[in-house]
Nanobody, 119 residues
Framework: QVQLVESGGGLVQPGGSLRLSCTASGTSSRFNVMGWYRQAPEKERELVATIISGGRTNYADYAKGRFTISRDNTENTVYLQMNSLKPEDTAVYYC?????????????WGQGTQVTVSS
């Protein structure tokens, strides 16, 4: 059974930084894509960033220049370095990982980690 476990969330002042980590267990296969999403109160879940196994990345516009996604393929771990944090970045951040195969796709979600940006 695949499980994703996030860590690294917390309370940070505006302008500060946090590094989120997400480690997968229950599979020795490399995920085709890993990423981060977030959901603020009363808002829909939205994309933050994704990274494929080859290293190509994709960011939401608000994340460009401030957030950096990276992954360790040997450990099936994905990271999100968040700099210059703003109050509007406050949300629950979810890790996502997926397999994309011919005729078959499957993705998994972590339980989420709270990020609060406040003075």
């Amino acid at each position: 059974q695949v499980q994703l476990v996030e860590s690294g969330g917390g309370l940070v002042q505006p302008g500060g930084s946090l590094r989120l980590s997400c480690t997968a267990s229950g599979t020795s296969s490399r995920f085709n894509v890993m990423g981060w999403y977030r959901q603020a109160p009363e808002k829909e879940r939205e994309l933050v960033a994704t990274i494929i196994s080859g290293g190509r990345t994709n960011y939401a516009d608000y994340a460009k220049g401030r957030f950096t996604i990276s992954r360790d393929n040997t450990e099936n771990t994905v990271y999100l370095q968040m700099n210059s944090l703003k109050p509007e970045d406050t949300a629950v951040y979810y890790c996502n990982a997926g397999f994309i195969k011919p005729g078959w796709t499957r993705d998994y979600w972590g339980q989420g980690t709270q990020v609060t940006v406040s003075s």
